[in-house]
């Protein structure tokens, strides 16, 4: 809670105009809510967010190129607000919010919901630790949400200083984990980092466009050029733009099975 | 009766029964296949002679009939005297061990003999008027034994019966021209007579039954063991009953009402013995088949076989044996009038197999074995297992056609169904319903009047959805539903979603499945257009495809659902469709009513668009409607 005003500081994101507007409209009813921004897609939402530093985020689940859960993947750690997501109907969401918590609002929304959620974050603001719990909360949900219904993802949201970057997922040749950091490759020969877990983003990616060469590396299956055997029953696989990978013995395996088959 | 008269009588019956079964075996060599055995033909030719001969010139002469005819006489003993000979060459023949050389010595020194006695009987005939030549019958006799005695040496460990026939035809013959040469006509016992002047008879009798079995017994045995049977009747009757009764009082009225009474129960016993002498040649002689008793085998056969293949292939099997025919054959007919069931020549048949639908079958029966024809009954037989094959196979193809309806039904009922469940779960789907609702519930606070306009649309477009029982919609009637649908995305997207229909109007009036258009504008807002960050257009268009009169390709409509969204990558979309996103619902749709194959297509390009073309054909009715209403004017 920032200034001297105790009221609670709402951004709203939603790609639907009308649906935003109701929204706001609703929320300008409350006396101890103050709407600091909207935004109408999932990148303005996060540059919104990360210069307004509101207490509540209302982000829409669904909305192009980036969406309310990518929204909330790119946020900075120390950025990030208490989050109430808002849906019109998405079976698999829903369930994964409740089982681990995850405040969210269906829409048409209706204000005494409304208000339930205003009262709620305002209880867990009063609390210390609410950050960390709230950031492990939404991961969970989030990888609960794309184990069972998620689409695979097409663009990579990439932050680069004060811009975000979106990677279409068509133009990455080769992904290689660095520690915490994932190093992405692209056609253009641009490297983009990011901090994702390389297990996550491999499950998130269409596994038939990509296949994991190693603990470390996953690879455009396009943009293989030659696949070398070496001797001792494992690959290396050169890429277009001649990056040389060692194959693990696993997934030599593996490789033969899915790739080396006619 | 004196043993003269007696032996006179019989002597006259055996050249006209001989006379008979040479005729006959002379039909039926020249009836069966040409040329195929010239040696039973001049077997058949020769026995006939000498029996036309001996009839003339002994039966009449001695019962008093002609003159004494020395040269026919000769003739006919020179006939007989070639007999052997010709046999001889038969059993050469059908040897299998003997070189063509022997076969020639021996068969020549045969027909040399014959012919010596031939010349020595016309010499005879000639100079004194005494026929048969003594000396000629001695020497064939003695000749043809000693021919015998080496035949039987060169066709030791022969198989069959046909060694068994000739040796015993020749060895008749021997004792017959012993006979002959040993006494005068007419002194003998009537038994001797017999067995030496009609020793040809058991031979046409042994070639009939090897060769011509069926047609020996049906045309010359049933009838002759019939009469023969009335005959000994009639006889036993006379000599035990008649006679005693007749002894006392010959002439009284007592012995005219027996006589009445007794011609009164020949006829009447006749048929009965027909037919009882009938069926002792069918099954004693022929062993032929009960055809009853066939048909009923045949149809408890064919009742267990579901493909009409298999019935057929049963029919022949069961069909073969029965008329003893060396192959049965079916084969598709393409015979379009089946008043012909059974044709037939003469020794093959083809029966129609009479079924409801084509393809219709043919039975043909090829190479009846031992001079078979099809009989009158034969034919009947036929045709009544053609009729139960027919019926049969009418069973199964009605069977196989109710089972593939049924399951075609059931395969619909499911789709409508499906159908039904997506129209109120997904077509409309429930995040669609929902947004609907979030925008109308703006529009109520900023103008209402839209919201209600709103409102209004989307219970038509409920109400659209929902109706139940109309498969088919016109064109028109689609559109409505998709420009209510389209109103409400528009009101939620606003300027971010621009779309474009240009469907002729004449094409509006195409009746095509309902819902197949909206699902895919849908579709194209759904993961086209809404997932760009500035929208996009959605084009709507149809055209008429033109009948193309080389192939047989119907006329169609063509309509097209274009987004410039952010199209999609070919795995995404199998993804998506292996998910049933109404796509294959459609497809599956289309495809049932007839809009071939592959009635709808996708192109998409990551970043640029999707374009989705569905192909409606144009029912019979429609489509010289929409031709003439297309016609430039």
Redesign the interface.
């Known amino acids: 809670m920032s200034g001297a005003s105790d009221k609670l500081r709402v951004v709203i994101a939603d790609?639907?105009?009308?649906?935003r507007?109701?929204l706001m409209?609703m929320l300008r009813t409350f006396d101890d809510v103050e709407i600091v921004g909207e935004a109408a897609?999932g990148v303005e939402a996060v540059t919104l967010i990360e210069a307004r530093r509101p207490d509540l985020a209302l982000l829409d689940l669904?909305m192009?190129?980036l969406d309310g859960l990518g929204v909330v993947r790119l946020l900075r750690k120390n950025r990030m607000p208490l989050v109430a997501f808002v849906t019109?109907?998405?079976e698999h969401a829903v369930r994964a919010f409740e089982v681990n918590a995850v405040d969210y609002i269906?829409?048409?929304?209706d204000a005494a919901r409304l208000r339930q959620t205003i009262d709620r974050v305002k209880e867990r603001l009063e609390r210390e630790d609410y950050h960390a719990e709230e950031t492990e909360r939404i991961r969970a949900a989030a990888a609960d949400y794309e184990a069972e219904g998620g689409k695979?993802l097409?663009r990579i949201p990439v932050r680069r200083r004060d811009e975000i970057v979106l990677v279409?997922v068509?133009q990455l040749v080769s992904i290689v984990a660095d520690g915490e950091l994932l190093n992405l490759r692209t056609t253009d020969n641009e490297t983009h980092t990011i901090c994702y877990r390389l297990r996550d983003l491999a499950a998130r990616l269409?596994s038939?466009?990509f296949v994991r060469l190693g603990r470390g590396t996953v690879v455009n299956v396009d943009m293989i050029r030659r696949i070398v055997s070496v001797p001792g029953g494992t690959f290396t696989v050169i890429l277009t733009d001649n990056q040389e990978f060692r194959v693990s013995r696993i997934q030599s395996r593996l490789l033969r099975e899915k790739l080396l088959r006619l | 009766m004196t043993t003269g008269t007696v032996a006179s009588l019989i002597n006259l019956l055996g050249f006209i029964t001989g006379l008979v079964l040479y005729v006959l075996l002379l039909w039926m060599v020249l009836t069966s296949r040409p040329g195929s055995n010239r040696l039973t033909l001049l077997t058949g030719i020769l026995g006939f002679a000498w029996n036309i001969g001996a009839f003339s010139g002994y039966g009449l002469f001695n019962l008093g009939f002609t003159e004494s005819a020395p040269l026919l006489l000769a003739a006919a003993f020179s006939a007989l005297c070639f007999l052997p000979a010709v046999v001889v060459h038969s059993a050469l023949r059908a040897g299998e061990k003997t070189s063509r050389a022997q076969n020639l010595l021996i068969a020549g020194l045969a027909y040399a003999m014959s012919g010596v006695a031939t010349l020595m009987h016309f010499g005879s005939a000639i100079t004194n008027g005494a026929v048969p030549s003594q000396f000629a019958l001695r020497g064939v006799t003695i000749g043809f034994v000693a021919l015998l005695i080496v035949l039987l040496l060169i066709t030791r460990g022969q198989t069959g019966r046909g060694r068994v026939l000739w040796v015993v035809a020749m060895s008749v013959f021997a004792v017959s021209a012993l006979h002959l040469s040993n006494h005068e006509i007419g002194q003998d016992p009537w038994w001797l007579q017999l067995a030496g002047h009609h020793a040809s008879l058991p031979l046409a009798l042994l070639i009939l039954y090897q060769d011509f079995r069926f047609a020996f017994a049906d045309i010359f045995l049933k009838r002759a063991l019939a009469f023969i049977l009335l005959a000994g009747l009639i006889f036993g009757i006379f000599v035990f009953g008649v006679m005693p009764i007749l002894a006392g009082n010959p002439a009284s009225e007592r012995s005219i009402a027996l006589l009445l009474a007794m011609w009164a129960v020949t006829a009447l016993v006749f048929p009965l013995l027909s037919r009882g002498a009938e069926w002792l040649i069918d099954k004693v002689v022929l062993k032929r088949v009960d055809y009853t008793q066939l048909a009923a085998t045949l149809s408890r056969a064919i009742e267990r076989c579901e493909i009409p293949d298999a019935i057929l292939d049963e029919t022949v099997r069961t069909l073969a044996p029965a008329l003893s025919a060396q192959s049965i054959e079916w084969s598709d007919s393409e015979l379009k009038d089946h008043l012909n069931w059974v044709q037939q020549d003469r020794r093959s048949a083809r029966i129609a197999v009479p079924s409801m639908d084509s393809p219709r079958y043919i039975l043909r029966i090829r190479n009846l074995s031992g001079g078979r024809r099809l009989l009158s009954d034969d034919l009947a037989m036929l045709e009544r297992v053609a009729l139960l094959v027919a019926r049969r196979i009418d069973a199964v193809r009605s069977m196989q056609e109710r089972y593939r309806h049924d399951l075609q039904e059931q395969e619909m009922r499911k789709l409508a169904a499906e159908a039904e469940l997506r129209a109120l779960r997904a077509q409309i789907n429930p995040h669609f319903l929902f947004n609907a609702l979030t925008t109308i519930g703006y529009l109520i606070q900023t103008a209402p009047e839209r919201a209600l306009g709103t409102l209004m649309r989307l219970s038509g477009l409920l109400r659209g959805v929902l109706r139940s029982g109309a498969e088919f919609v016109t064109i028109g009637e689609e559109l409505d539903l998709v420009e209510a649908y389209l109103d409400i995305e528009r009101a939620r997207f606003e300027g971010r979603l621009r779309v474009h229909i240009d469907i002729p109007w004449e094409l509006r009036r195409v009746r095509i499945p309902a819902l197949v258009i909206q699902p895919l504008v849908e579709n194209a807002i759904k993961h086209g257009i809404s997932e760009c960050l500035s929208g996009g257009e959605v084009r709507i268009t149809a055209r008429l495809q033109q009948p193309d009169e080389s192939s047989e390709v119907a006329a169609a409509v063509l309509i097209s659902v274009i987004d410039t969204g952010v199209g999609v990558t070919e795995t995404a979309l199998a993804r998506r469709r292996a998910r049933g996103f109404g796509l294959s619902n459609i497809e599956q749709r289309l495809q049932h009513y007839g809009s071939g194959k592959t009635p709808l297509t996708i192109r998409s390009t990551p970043g640029t668009g999707t374009t989705v073309e569905i192909r409606v054909s144009l029912q019979a009715g429609e489509t010289v409607n929409v031709l003439a209403s297309t016609k430039p004017s």
């Open positions: 790609d639907e105009r009308p649906a507007s109701f409209s897609n669904q192009p190129e019109a109907h998405d269906l829409k048409p929304v695979p097409l279409p068509n269409d038939t466009r």
